[in-house]
């Protein structure tokens, strides 16, 4: 009986459940984890390496001996756009993506890999939400390598957090409810509601509370990780700084949370959050569902990927229970080829699926090739015994090349026609040939600001050499925009168009001090030349100040 299998390569450990379809429904044959800190000799390791040899260690201890798999990318590695496009028949939908990707995506096309999943209508009923994720060739032809020395041939790969959208799908949490998945680096938060799926990846996660407890204690990371899971919340005495450290972390957490939940409750006024379900490796620190319950008041539980599922005694259903918030993500990997799933990303490059398709059917191939030769051979002796039907081939073949040379004529004609348009083309591909640029300054306005910064709105105008040749293409009207800047004040504030300009619009809280701390680092980036704030001024929500700026970056 075929078996499926998923893997969840995770930032700190490493998952695999293998599953089998029977007629009562699913059983789980195999379940393991590791740790990448428990391989010998880790430290020397380069991270694939490492990879490579934790799921070695995970099919031999299963007894795998080699496996078709479904594998998903982690968060970081993943370019992910949101957009929204019209409600269309099904068979337009993916024309229309087709074209928004080209326009929202910034990277070349023939450099990477991009699939999408439309995850249900806008509140306005007007729309679709759809989701498109991206990553290079280089990164999935390395994934790829590093499974492949360890066994491993993948069958689908996978995203988060799709693959939380399509377990809560699958255990029966499609109204009302929320996963919260507290990873080791990352944060995912999913909301299922009248089938809509909405999402959020927050940059931080477990080991950030162990970072700030071994920082603040000045004490090792590994000494950090064993307080927050042994004391957690629950300390006292000599360890109730610890939890102090800790409940200030998840306290963050939960702000993030309620500000996710107050967001999408302004997009979809009849929104409506039953219960939350919690599920990664820091989910079960002591007292962490107490201090969700008393901030969030809501239904709290630990999600269980398992539900439904019949568990091989050699697996364990109690010795299961105590680790299955560690296994959503493989189980919702190993069921992508098993159930009907509302999203099937696929992010396997076409010249994989090709060649093995080539190396699938190779016998069969072989045996069409040699019916062509015996074929072709029996043409050429039945040539071969008739000179006068020889003679008629050969005036055949002049008639033919005369022909050729016709076409061949033409050919050059529709190239002469095509060779202005042509011109053009690489004029436009000059001036938007510096799209990767954008990914790049907004990583960088990231990286130095905090998770109390919000911003609402980038802007970027183009150089004075693109414009020259983009005017050319514009009307009257269109070419004003590229001019000048207008700032929300209704000043009129002129720059030399020899630079190009990004504009940030957004928010921080508690003072100006945070936004002018914010002005300095950006000043100091290697990408921009100079920073300047223009309309910061306070407003009150939910009776805390926040501060509304616009900033104007001119980029070296």
């Known amino acids: 009986m075929k078996s499926y299998i998923g893997i969840d390569l995770g930032a700190d450990s490493i998952k695999l459940v293998q599953l089998q379809k029977t007629r009562k429904g699913l059983f789980l044959q ?6 990448l800190k428990e391989i010998p000799f880790y430290e020397d390791m380069s991270p694939e390496d490492l990879a490579s040899e934790a799921i070695k260690w995970l099919l031999a201890h299963n007894e795998i001996s080699s496996a078709s798999a479904v594998v998903s990318l982690p968060s970081n ?75 491993i041939e993948i069958a689908i790969v996978d995203v988060m957090p799709m693959v939380l959208f399509n377990i809560m799908h699958l255990t029966g949490n499609d109204h009302g409810a929320m996963l919260v998945d507290i990873g080791a680096k990352n944060t995912n938060i999913i909301l299922l509601e009248q089938g809509n799926c909405l999402t959020r990846s927050l940059p931080f996660g477990g080991d950030d509370f162990t970072e700030k407890i ?15 899971r042994e004391v957690g919340l629950q300390g006292e005495g000599d360890d109730a700084k610890i939890s102090e450290i800790l409940n200030e972390s998840i306290s963050n957490l939960i702000k993030e949370i309620q500000r996710t939940i107050g967001f999408y409750r302004s997009k979809t006024e009849e929104l409506i959050i039953k219960k939350i379900l919690l599920t ?36 364990g259903e109690d010795k299961l229970e105590f680790v ?44 069409i090739a040699g019916i062509l030769v015996i074929f072709f051979a029996l043409i050429g002796i039945h040539l071969n015994l008739s000179i006068d039907y020889n003679k008629k081939l050969l005036t055949k073949a002049v008639n033919a090349i005369g022909e050729l040379n016709k076409i061949n004529s033409d050919i050059k004609n529709y190239e002469m026609q ?64 590229y001019e000048y800047l207008e700032i929300e004040k209704g000043q009129r504030q002129e720059y030399p168009l020899g630079f190009n300009i990004l504009i940030l619009n957004g928010a921080a809280t508690d003072s100006f001090a945070k936004i002018d701390k914010l002005r300095i680092s950006l000043d100091g980036q290697n990408l921009f030349k100079k920073v300047n704030v223009f309309n910061a001024e306070e407003y009150s929500l939910d009776n805390r100040v926040y501060i509304k700026f616009d900033m104007v970056c001119e980029i070296k």
């Open 280 to 315: 990664g490796g820091n989910v079960k620190i002591k007292g962490l569902l107490t201090l969700f319950m008393e901030h969030l008041r809501l239904d709290i539980e630990i999600f269980d990927p398992f539900k439904g599922i019949e568990i091989s005694p050699a697996v």
């Open 324 to 367: 299955k918030n560690y296994f959503s993500v493989a189980m919702g990997l190993a069921r992508r080829q098993i159930d009907d799933c509302p999203s099937e990303i696929n992010l396997i490059p076409k010249e994989i699926l090709g060649a093995r398709y080539i190396e699938k059917n190779k016998k069969f191939l072989w045996m």
């Open 418 to 481: 095509i060779e202005p348009i042509s011109s053009k083309l690489v004029m436009l591909n000059s001036v938007f040939g510096q799209r990767t640029k954008i990914l790049d300054l907004l990583l960088s306005v990231k990286n130095v600001s905090s998770n109390d910064f919000w911003f609402n709105n980038f802007r970027l105008n183009i150089a004075q050499e693109d414009l020259d040749i983009l005017k050319k293409y514009l009307t009257k009207e269109e070419r004003k925009k």
């Open 30 to 35: 195999k379940a393991g984890m590791t740790c």
């Open 77 to 151: 590695l993943v370019y992910s756009k949101y957009i929204t496009i019209p409600v269309v028949p099904d068979e337009k939908i993916k024309q229309i993506i087709q074209f928004e990707a080209m326009q929202q995506i910034p990277f070349p096309m023939d450099e990477i890999c991009w699939d999408y999943t439309v995850l249900g209508k806008a509140p306005s009923g007007n729309e679709l939400n759809v989701v498109i994720h991206v990553v290079k060739d280089a990164m999935i032809a390395s994934f790829t390598k590093t499974l492949a020395q360890a066994g």
């Open 214 to 228: 071994a920082k603040q204690l000045n004490i090792p990371f590994e000494k950090a990780e064993k307080f927050k």
